[in-house]
Structures are given as structure tokens and as C-alpha cells.
């Protein structure tokens, strides 16, 4: 997205957190520059000058913002240690970093306070070191009981428990048996309770209904499975080699999601979490979105008919785009192409998942070798091209410009795939049928309507969209 003077007013008065790293904040009375999401009181329009990069603003003579910390935003070296740390963090205490020791040594390994560490797994996960080690010796324990006939004094020293004692107490506390009771009936080691547990929170409102609503439309069989009734997204995924099953659901009162990963090894969770975020559109202020687009007659009522609605977003991009280009050259739906791609190319879960989660959508390396017997050939080109830019493109936004897709699907692939807040499918049947107002509907009269609506066009046309699915 270009990033115009005016889009930069828009993000730096809300305070978006997608525009972090992506342009600074200098102040001429002051003489500093800053982040996006600074929480410093709000400069006056003719003191404020925009850079690309925190160098840039170096090079002008700023010097760095010590409450937002501008050398540390997304994308600087300073931020990716802090991630780094945590990844870190998260294959030692897999080694078994924190069984003998606590978390004191293991900050001490890590070169941090044992309080900036705890930090950092709030800022990055949602959670604690200490939370995580459990969980990680639970599942560990778990699999024991059922994969091996070790002595239950054995399987508490292998999982990492001081003694059997607090061996037993935690197990009866996770599953309400004992040790004993799972091993004679391993089929009580329910899924459903395993996993890691990680809080992502936002800031209200949030419109969980609608996303939900948005995602069970276009839900990928035998991938996705959305329950209404339980409020609950799940689907399946893979990361560096590892398959697992994820499901999320809203805690209203604590202004959060809770994420339930059911994964093998917790040094997945921090890339896990930074999708999750991006997936469900956590970072984004609402608040300052629906003031904006609420001040135009044709999204007034939506507005405030759905407070806190966000872009649903994408686990993957390679997903989304091949989602989206099917679901532009396949009337009705791409649901059964779909499932037939993770069917014939996925892989499939080791373990049943008694949801009905079967496939992992598959990889770029495995559809770039498909021969897509039986398709239409463009079509098949299509996917093949997609996969293939995927492991050759250096920048993953190269999917938009993939020779057969149209210039609205790109659009749509970068709301949803890449949180771009201000993509906008101009070509999109009922955005063109909504913005046309009894008139012939014209992309370019759409565009020119949506200019008043950035930056935040993506969420213009999620509101556009609610209000035809309200008219079927």
C-alpha cells in the first residue's frame, strides 16, 4: 500500500498497529520521532513530519522516542532478537531448561531478567514461560502413558516432575484420572484437553459472530470446521515439519481469544501466535476505524449495527490465493476443489481428530509439482504458478501480481492474506452493486466513492459485504 501523507494522519491518530514499522513519526518541537502506536499525547498536524524507515529519521537529526522505543517496531533488528529470545526460550524449556532449574537460570541463559522474559512471552504469546513448561511436560506425559508401559515413576522423571506425587496431582487436575485410569483406557486422553493454551488479546469491541459467520462460509472441508453453536474456529496446519490441529474461541469478558494449540513441541508457538493475531485482526482499533467510516451516509448503519467488525484474515497466503483465485473462475463456490487439492496433496493427520479435521492444506513445494489431472488447464496453471511464486518470491505479496489473477481478486488477497487495512476490490459484484446507488455500477465511480473511506477501504468493504448477506 502506498503510504500517502493523509493515510499516514489516519494510522498515526488511531494508533494502528499495522502501520508499525512501516513508517515513523517525527516531531519538530521536540526534535524525536517515533512509532505509530506511540502512546505520547498526539502532535499538532504542522510539527509532525513522516519517514520511511527509523534510519531515515536518524539521517534527518531525530533522535529515538524513549516510550516507544522506535529502534525495537516490527521489522528492526531489535525487535527480531526479541522474538529470537523467545524462540529460544521456547526450544530450551523443550530441552527440559526449566525440570531443574528455574526461571531465574534459565533468563540467565538467555541474557535477560527472569521479569523481562515473562514479559516478552506476554508481548509475544499470550502466556508464561512457567505456563508453557507444563503444559509441554503434560503432553509429554500423555504420550508416554499411552505409547509406552515405562513405570509411572519412570514416565513422571522422563516428563520432567520433581516427583510422582506432583506427577499424579497434575494429571488428576488436567483429566480428573489418575495415571493409572489413562493407561488401562488411553482413549480418555481426549484431545479436546491437551494442548498449549495461549490468550491473544484486543482492544474492544469485537464482532466474533460476524468473523465466525465470514469464516464457516468459506471453510475448507476436511481443513476447516467452524461450530456456531460453540462459538469455535478449528483447523488444521504445519510449521517447520509439524502437523497440528488449532481451535479458537472468544473469551468476551476477558477481551481476548483463547487459542487451544495442539502441537508436538512448543518451539512452534511464537510464529503460531503472530498468525493467529494477524488471522483474526487483533491489532487493529476499531473504535477509531468505525469513526472514521461512520461519518458516510452509505456505511453509517452498518457501523453501528456491527460494532468492532473485522477483516477476517488468512492462516496462509498461499492458501488465500488459491482459495480466492478458485473462487473467482468457479461459480458457486471452490469448497469441493478445495478439499480435493488437500485430499490428493496434503498430509494427512497422523492422529484422528474426533472434529472431523482430516488434511493440512498442502504445501507450495507440493503443488508446484501437480499435474492436476482432469482440471482445466488454465486453471491448473494458475495453481502451479501461485506455488511456484510462493518459493521463489523473496516478498510473499509477489502472489497478487501472478500472471491470471485479476486485479480485484489481488485486492481481496491482500485484505485478507496480507492485513493490508486499505486494499479494496473495486471489481467485487456487490461492492459495485452497493456503491452504485440506483446508478450503472462502475469500478471507477466505486473507487472514487471509496477514497473518503482510507485508509481503511478493507474494512468499508467487509461492512458492504455484511449488508448483502443481510439482504439474502
Known amino acids: 500500500m502506498e503510504l500517502s501523507a493523509a493515510i499516514c494522519d489516519q494510522a498515526r491518530m488511531a494508533r494502528d498497529a499495522r502501520f508499525d514499522g512501516r513508517f515513523f513519526i517525527a516531531i519538530l518541537s521536540t526534535g524525536i520521532y517515533c512509532r505509530p502506536i506511540c502512546p505520547s499525547p498526539h502532535a499538532r498536524r504542522e510539527n509532525v513530519r513522516?519517514?520511511?524507515?527509523?534510519?531515515?529519521?536518524?539521517?534527518?537529526?531525530?533522535?529515538?522516542?524513549?516510550?516507544c522505543r522506535p529502534e525495537a517496531a516490527p521489522g528492526t533488528p531489535r525487535w527480531n532478537g526479541t522474538a529470537s529470545t523467545v524462540s529460544r526460550a521456547l526450544r530450551l524449556i523443550e530441552e527440559g531448561?526449566?525440570?531443574?532449574?528455574?526461571?531465574?537460570?534459565?533468563s540467565r541463559r538467555l541474557g535477560v531478567s527472569a521479569r523481562q522474559l515473562h514479559r516478552l512471552f506476554s508481548l509475544h504469546l499470550g502466556t508464561s514461560p512457567t505456563a508453557v513448561a507444563k503444559a509441554w511436560r503434560l503432553s509429554f506425559a500423555t504420550r508416554l502413558l499411552r505409547d509406552t508401559d515405562l513405570p509411572m515413576g519412570r514416565v513422571a522423571v522422563e516428563a520432567g516432575f520433581r516427583t510422582v506425587r506432583r506427577f499424579n496431582d497434575e494429571i488428576r487436575a488436567r483429566y480428573d484420572r489418575t495415571p493409572s485410569d489413562l493407561r488401562r483406557h488411553p482413549d480418555a486422553l481426549d484431545a479436546e484437553r491437551d494442548g498449549y493454551v495461549v490468550r491473544l488479546s484486543y482492544r474492544a469491541p469485537y464482532d466474533w459472530d460476524s468473523l465466525l459467520e465470514f469464516l464457516a462460509e468459506r471453510a475448507i472441508p476436511g481443513v476447516e470446521k467452524v461450530d456456531s453453536d460453540a462459538g469455535t474456529y478449528r483447523r488444521t496446519f504445519s510449521h517447520d515439519g509439524r502437523s497440528g490441529v488449532l481451535e479458537v474461541r472468544h473469551d468476551r469478558p476477558g477481551a481476548a481469544l483463547e487459542a487451544r494449540v495442539y502441537?508436538?513441541?512448543?518451539g512452534s508457538l511464537l510464529p503460531i501466535v503472530t498468525r493467529l493475531r494477524g488471522m483474526f485482526d487483533l491489532d487493529a482499533d476499531t473504535t477509531a476505524i468505525t469513526r472514521h467510516l461512520g461519518n458516510h451516509p452509505l456505511l453509517a448503519s452498518l457501523v453501528r449495527r456491527y460494532?468492532?467488525?473485522?477483516?477476517?484474515?488468512?492462516?496462509?497466503?498461499?492458501?488465500?490465493s488459491v482459495r480466492a483465485a478458485l473462487g473467482e473462475s468457479i461459480a458457486g463456490g471452490a469448497g469441493p476443489e478445495l478439499r480435493e487439492l488437500a485430499q490428493r496433496f496434503g498430509e494427512r493427520l497422523p492422529v484422528s481428530d474426533p472434529g472431523g479435521l482430516i488434511f493440512v492444506f498442502p504445501s507450495a513445494e507440493?503443488?508446484?509439482?501437480?499435474?492436476?489431472?482432469?482440471?482445466?488447464?488454465?486453471?491448473?496453471?494458475?495453481?502451479?504458478a501461485l506455488a511456484e511464486t510462493a518459493l521463489s518470491a523473496a516478498?510473499?505479496?509477489?502472489?497478487?501480481?501472478?500472471?491470471?489473477?485479476?486485479?480485484?481478486?489481488?485486492?481481496?488477497?491482500?485484505?485478507?492474506?496480507?492485513?493490508?487495512?486499505?486494499?479494496?476490490p473495486s471489481n467485487d459484484p456487490v461492492l459495485l452493486h452497493a456503491g452504485?446507488?440506483?446508478?450503472?455500477?462502475?469500478s471507477s465511480a466505486l473507487i472514487e466513492l471509496a477514497e473518503r473511506w482510507r485508509p481503511w477501504r478493507s474494512y468499508a468493504a467487509i461492512y458492504l459485504w455484511m449488508a448483502s448477506v443481510e439482504r439474502h
Open 97 to 106: 531448561a526449566l525440570r531443574e532449574s528455574g526461571l531465574s537460570d534459565l
Open 307 to 320: 460494532p468492532g467488525l473485522r477483516v477476517p484474515g488468512a492462516w496462509d497466503p498461499l492458501e488465500m
Open 50 to 67: 513522516y519517514f520511511r524507515s527509523a534510519d531515515e529519521a536518524v539521517a534527518a537529526g531525530f533522535r529515538a522516542c524513549r516510550r
Open 366 to 384: 507440493a503443488l508446484a509439482k501437480s499435474r492436476l489431472e482432469g482440471w482445466p488447464s488454465a486453471r491448473a496453471r494458475m495453481i502451479r
Open 436 to 442: 452504485a446507488s440506483g446508478k450503472s455500477p462502475t
Open 263 to 266: 502441537v508436538a513441541e512448543p
Open 395 to 424: 516478498d510473499q505479496e509477489s502472489l497478487t501480481g501472478v500472471p491470471g489473477i485479476a486485479a480485484s481478486t489481488a485486492e481481496y488477497i491482500a485484505a485478507r492474506a496480507f492485513r493490508q487495512p486499505d486494499a479494496f
